[in-house]
Structures are given as C-alpha cells and as structure tokens.
C-alpha cells in the first residue's frame, strides 16, 4: 500500500520514494494517473548526496535530501535551487535541531520546495513544526485524519512563523 | 501587573484544551508513557514518587491576590491543602491526580495563570529580582522585559525540544537578587556609553552536577535587540547543544566546550543575520507592556519608625523581615516561609487566602514570591507595620528569621522527590531544633544555607554560603557539606570541605564551623567573607578534628 501522509493540511499519497526503498513498491502508482514528472521523485541521503551530487543532478527526475538532526544546511545551500524537497528526520520525540533545520532552510536559505518531517512525528508536534516552515507530515496511518485539526490548536503565537495561516507577528497589537 | 489581553487569555484557554485531550489519548492507550511524558512535561507535570506533582508558573514572582486566592483553591480542592515555593517562583502541588491535572489547568486559566513550560526541555519560567520597582538603586525596572521574554518565550516553535531545559533570569539593579550567575542565561539591565539602559547577557552558568557561573557574551546590547539576541543564542545552543548524554546537555557545557570566545563568535554570527528582522523590538511594544508595571498609588508620606515602643518580638520582625522601600514612609515586608517545624516554602491553602486579603489591604493587592522561598508584600505602609505583623503572627506567618541562619534553601528531598538520594525537609527539622536561640542567629549575621537532596541542586547547595548536599552511600542518606558558596552580585562556588557527614551528624558540623567563624570574624564581618579571607582550612580542621558527637 503506497505512503500517504499530510501534505498542505491534506491527507495525501505519497509520490516520493526514498533511496532505500525498493522501486518496486511504487509500481503501483505508475500504473494509475501518478503524472510522470513525480513518478521518479528521489529522496536521497545526506552523505550519498554530497558524495555524488554531480551525477545525481544528471537525472532527469526531482530530486529531494533527507537530512539528519547533526547535518548542516550551509554544505547543502548551493544545491537548493535544485531541490524539490528536503526531508529533515527526527529520530526521537524529543529530537528537536530539526526545528531550526526547518527555520534555516525557509527564511535564510528562502527554500520554497517540500519540507517534510519524518520519524517520530506526531500530531503534537505538527503545529509547532508548520510554524518552523515545515508543510509536509509522515504520521502514523492511524492520526492521519485527526492530524488535520492540530494546525489550529493554538489561533495565534508570540512569535514570527512560516505558516501562512497565522498571524507573522502579535508585537503589534 | 502584566493583565493579559484576548489574545494572552485564548493561548492559555487553548493550551487548558490541548492538554485536556493529550491527556484523554493517554489514560485511552493512544499516546505511549514517552510520548506523553514529553507532553505533560512541557505543562509541568512530573509522574513522582507518590502521586504526579504539578508545577505551576509565576512569572517573575508576581502574583494578585486573586491568584494567590486561586492556588489556595486549587490546594484544598486537588490536594491536601498547601502547595510548596520553589527557588525559581513556582509553586508546586505535590498531590493531585492524573485525570483533575486538566480542570486545575482550567481553574489557574480563569486567573491568567497556567504550568505551561515549568518542566521539560524548553525555555522555563522567566525569573527575576524579587524586590524590581521597589529597590532604591534599581537603573529600570526588570519586568516588563521579563513579561517580553515570557511572550516570545512561550511555545516558541523552534524552541520546544531543547537539548535540555533552559532558565532565564533577568536582573534590574546592580545587586543580584535572582541568581542570574547559575543560570543558563542571565539578562542584566546595564547602562551603555551613552548613559542608556541596555542589556549585558550572561550564558552557561547553571548548578546541577557540574556547577559553572556564567560569563558574559556580550558586555552591551541595545535594548531593541533582546530578543534577537537570545533567538541567537537558543539557536545556536538547539544545533549544537550535546543531546547524546543528558548530563551534558545544557549550554554551560556547549559553553565550557567551545569556549566563550568561540561561543560569543558563532551567537554575533547568527545575530548579525537575524537583528534587523521582526524580532527588532519596537518602542510602542515596550511602552504596552511597560504601561502595566507603573508604580502603584502611592501617598505621600514621611519616613517613621514603626518600631519605637513596640515589643521585643515586633522590633525583632521589623528589623529582620522588612527592608527599606525607595518610596518615603514605606516598607518591604517579607513573610517567612521558613518556620521550624515546617517544610522550607510549603504554606497552607488558608495560609494563601489570609495572605491574599492581607495583600489587598495592607500592599496593593499583589504578593511577590522569592527565590529564597518566602514571599513579599513590596508596598507596605510602615504605619501599617504593626498591624500587619499581628496577622502575619496569629498565622504563624512572621518567624523573624530572613536572611538569617534557619531562612534555609530546601528542595523537597527524598520524601517528595523521585530523583533524590537522601531527605531534605528532615535535615532542615534537625538545623532548626539545633538553632533555636534567636540571639545566636542574630549574632550570626547574614547566612545562607541552602540544600539540595541530590545532585541535580534544586536546592541550590553549591551558591549557600553553607551548601549541604544530600547523597546516597550504600542506602544510607549522608550529606556533603561546602562553604563560600555565593548566589549574588559576587557569585560563587562553595568548596567541599571534605568527606559526607551522616544525618545526625549535619547540624553539629554546622555548629563548628560557626563556632571558627565566632572566633576568628573581624566586626561587621559575614560568615562568607571570613571564609573568603582565611580560606576552608581552619573550618575544616575543626569539622575532623575530633569526631562530631554522635
């Protein structure tokens, strides 16, 4: 069964496979309407990228990095332009560097492709993680749905955000 | 005070429901004992050794009569009846019960008060000089910049997974009343070259296993700059922090690592980037939030002395438990929490009620709370002195006794507290039946002893001039003892004087190393100076010379 996951505040299907998954899993979705563009979406790991950027990019297909907590976005920077998504992984619920990961990559780096949080991501997290500029979410099957009411749990912030659905800022009240 | 406005009140109410169903998930089996406890942790919430202890906030020690009122409430109705002051202006209730933990939320919302971010691994309660406003010398007044910090602070997106929990202290006056120097980020109001107030930023100091004071990051910050500036340091320390030992956590240790050099250059790099941004503090926010901490209605009155042809015991209060206002004819009053025979901060739910009428008739309706664990009236009439301390007597609520030897620092220990190796409260029973002749402490001057049950401080043993730690040896409770600890301007670690005394030991070695200070004082002198001029020797070759009695 394909990977859905909330994308855009949307339950979704999943049109990116990750570099060690196999390709046949996603055979499926050829076999629909999948348009053709994503049908070869990439998620490639940090190290394999930065090794083998040159022959990545020869690729006629998206391509994405999933990017681990200790990992740094400067070394990453130039390729952006280039990338369709970035995946920043969370390890454990209290794993936390991908929040400024997120931060970075949107408003210095101004990275306007998918940003996506994986690992142990729950709902809990989700409003704070749109707030840091994330818009894509792999959760449990199971809190897909419930998952959608998280972006409201709160209807403001004190501080500035990268999710267009809040306020930037309350210091003008 | 800081009234919160619709936009304060619908965070705090949306918070109450958030947790409300976190909580419903677990007790439902939807959310594991880790996923939850990184949850209730982030509203104050510890599963401990008898029953779940909440924390709930205070910010910067301030609280309406109202408030106090409200936790009076919550202790009678969801506990048995008295809540605990901690050392950084919490209050905590060592009772309630998992599934209520929603409605007490509830209840402290309808009060502008919540527990949001009093425990777990992100920015905790701001805390502050207890005596702001009130103190004569004081360069500005530090709430309103505490209030500031508390509203960036709260759920701030990026910094909710620390890599370990982060403490902010700010400080108004020259004299350091809030500790600032042990936490993980001290903001001191200072003046620049100019003669304007700004900011001097402390990092890396914090107690726990490896106590360390804080240096200073930047000796001047503009004032419209403080919450970039912190932004750059919470960000630097989220990235690079260790989170692979948890013993290594905290930013003193990141600090320690880089050095502060390395640590200021990263901090001003990620500054530069993000100063400019609407983190830049704009005047008419700073004058909102300045207009809510005006000073109260003063008269105008003349200086008295409230204690002339009074009782012994009365004099003896006012001299110890009162402190001068910079207002003419008024008085700071302390209200010990630190009677012998009860535990170190705990005061009763109608303890809290008569306080919180007192406060509305004798000092504008507000109680401040210290980081000493004992509260304040700050605006006391001294005319109205006399009056007041009646009350505060009848309520065993006047023992004369701040900054005196028995005006301990106590955590909760072994008998609330999971993580700790030996009791606390029991110990300070023990120094209080040790120490009950009023002319001795007197005698004795300024001392702070302060206790910890176990390694992670809460007691704050190593700033007390005395530090008495608590620790395991083959299940029995002993306890290390230190001495030239300091928590102030001149802070201070205190040095081990040597091997750990048993419980019954505790209170003759604090005899001895008194009587050495007795003996070898110079007039006007405090117990910590002479440890600063004669060094730890001469006390510690009288705590072994002999063995203390049994």
Not at chain 2, 138 to 144: H, L, N, S, V
Request: proline share 5%; with cysteine.
């Amino acid at each position: 069964m394909p990977r859905r996951l909330l994308r855009d505040h949307e339950v979704a299907i999943d049109t990116w496979r990750y570099l060690d998954e196999p390709d046949d899993s996603f055979d499926s979705l050829d076999s629909g309407n999948a348009d053709e563009a994503s049908r070869g979406a990439l998620i490639v790991p940090f190290e394999r990228w930065l090794a083998e950027r040159d022959s990545w990019l020869a690729q006629p297909r998206r391509l994405g990095v999933l990017l681990g907590p200790a990992h740094t976005i400067d070394v990453l920077a130039a390729d952006l332009p280039q990338l369709s998504l970035i995946a920043v992984q969370f390890p454990s619920p209290a794993e936390g560097r991908g929040y400024s990961q997120g931060r970075e990559l949107r408003e210095r780096w101004n990275f306007t492709g998918e940003l996506r949080a994986v690992g142990s991501v729950r709902q809990d997290q989700l409003f704070f993680l749109a707030r840091c500029g994330f818009n894509a979410f792999e959760l449990p099957e199971g809190e897909l749905e419930a998952a959608r009411a998280a972006f409201t749990t709160f209807s403001s912030g004190y501080q500035i955000s990268n999710d267009a659905g809040l306020a930037g800022t309350l210091r003008h009240r | 005070m800081y009234r919160y406005d619709a936009i304060d009140q619908t965070l705090v109410d949306e918070r109450v429901a958030q947790f409300r169903d976190q909580t419903r998930r677990f007790l439902a089996g939807e959310l594991s004992d880790d996923e939850f406890k990184h949850l209730r942790l982030r509203n104050g919430l510890y599963l401990q050794r008898h029953a779940p202890m909440l924390r709930v906030a205070i910010p910067y020690g301030l609280l309406s009569s109202k408030q106090l009122r409200m936790l009076g409430s919550i202790a009678r109705r969801y506990d048995r009846g008295y809540g605990h002051m901690t050392t950084r202006q919490n209050i905590q209730f060592n009772w309630p019960k998992l599934d209520q933990v929603p409605d007490i939320l509830a209840d402290l919302a309808t009060v502008e008060m919540h527990a949001i971010q009093t425990s777990g691994n992100c920015i905790r309660n701001v805390t502050s000089d207890h005596l702001a406003g009130v103190t004569p010398n004081e360069i500005e007044d530090p709430r309103p910049w505490c209030e500031i910090i508390r509203q960036w602070s709260t759920f701030h997106p990026e910094f909710s997974y620390l890599p370990r929990k982060f403490k902010i202290a700010v400080t108004g006056a020259p004299q350091d009343r809030a500790a600032s120097m042990v936490h993980d980020v001290g903001v001191h109001i200072v003046r620049g070259p100019d003669g304007e107030p700004g900011f001097e930023i402390i990092a890396g100091g914090g107690l726990g296993r490896t106590p360390i004071i804080g240096q200073v990051v930047r000796k001047f910050l503009p004032r419209e700059h403080l919450l970039s500036y912190l932004e750059a340091v919470l960000r630097i320390y989220n990235l690079e922090g260790r989170r692979d030992n948890l013993t290594k956590a905290r930013i003193k240790i990141l600090v320690r690592s880089l050095g502060i050099d390395e640590f200021r250059r990263r901090v001003e790099a990620e500054w530069a980037r993000i100063k400019d941004s609407a983190l830049r503090l704009e005047d008419t926010e700073i004058e909102r939030v300045r207009k809510f901490f005006t000073p109260p209605a003063y008269e105008s009155l003349l200086d008295s002395d409230p204690a002339q042809d009074r009782s012994t015991a009365f004099r003896a209060w006012y001299r110890y438990n009162t402190q001068q206002h910079k207002v003419s004819g008024y008085r700071v009053v302390y209200i010990s929490l630190k009677k012998p025979g009860v535990a170190p901060g705990d005061l009763t739910d109608s303890q809290m009620e008569l306080l919180a009428d007192l406060a509305d008739r004798y000092s504008f309706g507000e109680i401040r709370v210290t980081h000493t664990q004992n509260l304040l009236f700050a605006d006391v009439k001294q005319t109205a002195a006399f009056e007041l301390w009646q009350a505060l007597d009848r309520a065993g609520l006047a023992t004369p006794n701040i900054g005196t030897l028995t005006d301990m620092i106590c955590c909760p220990g072994l008998d609330f507290c999971s993580l700790a190796n030996a009791g606390s409260i029991d110990v300070a029973n023990l120094i209080n039946e040790r120490f009950d002749d009023y002319d001795y402490l007197y005698d004795l001057g300024e001392l702070e002893i302060k206790m910890s049950g176990c390694m992670n401080a809460c007691g704050h043993h190593h700033i007390g001039h005395i530090g008495i730690l608590g620790v395991d040896k083959s299940g029995e409770e002993w306890y290390q003892i230190t001495i030239g600890g300091s928590a102030g301007t001149d802070a201070a670690l205190g040095t081990v004087i040597g091997p750990s005394v048993a419980k019954h030991e505790v209170a003759d070695t604090i005899a001895r190393l008194l009587a050495v200070y007795v003996e070898r004082r110079r007039p006007e002198e405090r117990f910590l100076d002479t440890v600063r001029r004669i060094g730890v020797k001469p006390f510690k070759e009288s705590v072994y010379a002999a063995p203390v009695a049994a």
